[in-house]
């Protein structure tokens, strides 16, 4: 007589596995959880892509959490059934930004296997104007000589007009151009060395990256 053959066991291990995988990966599983873009200046807005896959059930997308209010994150649509495929969109405002950016999006779902995923983004995006120094302070070191400050525009980007006003006649500002058509240098005259008070500079271009065409510069007397 032909023996019969158990498979509870293997089957049990089955289940396990299974509900171990969707503990580890849940319902949603990204292609990836970080991106890092390189953004131009001349950005508004920088997009993220996430593309992933449902797998095993459906799942219902719920409002995701940023911690800063500089980005907006959804999916294509809120409820996905299982083997379909989606994308998760990130963006980023720009606005006054400059250099390195990190944000986690925390994308929110019903899975009870995993109910939280968070996606990690950077971008970089590029300071134009590039001063050597923004404060210029005359102390007993510098005695009342006239200060310079460099700034050097990103290759890139050209600048046609550069102007530098001061905010209180104790101070007095000027431009000068350099040899090198990216560079200028803003001549700093302290004309008053009774005035105490931080002295407002500000630079203004041509630049078409109109968020980052003016730059504030500060003079400071700290002579005794």
Known sequence: MR???????????????LGVH??????????????ELNAEATDDIVTFLFPFVVQGKAVTFQPSTI???????EPDR???????????????????????QDIEVVVKTDDPAKPEQVLKLTTV???????????AVWDRGTGSD???????????????????????ASVAATITKTADPQVFTVNL??????????????????LPVK?????TLWAVNRLP
Do not use: W
């Open 67 to 73: 911690p800063c209010g500089c980005a907006f994150a």
């Open 78 to 100: 809120v409820l996905y059934k299982p083997g379909e495929r989606g994308t998760f969109t990130v963006r980023m405002l720009v606005e006054d930004r400059v250099g390195k």
């Open 189 to 206: 005259n302290l004309v008053d060395p009774t005035c105490r008070k931080p002295i407002k500079i500000v630079v203004t271009t041509d």
């Open 146 to 168: 006239p200060q310079q400050i460099t700034c050097t525009i990103s290759p890139g980007y050209a600048v046609t007009m550069f102007t530098a006003v001061s905010h209180h």
């Open 125 to 135: 995006i590029p300071q134009v104007l590039l001063f050597n120094r923004k404060i």
């Open 22 to 35: 969707g503990l580890l990966f849940g319902a949603v599983v990204f292609e990836q959880t970080q991106l």
């Open 211 to 215: 968020r980052q065409a003016t730059a």
């Open 3 to 17: 023996k019969a053959h158990h498979f509870g066991f293997p089957l049990v291990s089955l289940a396990v596995c």
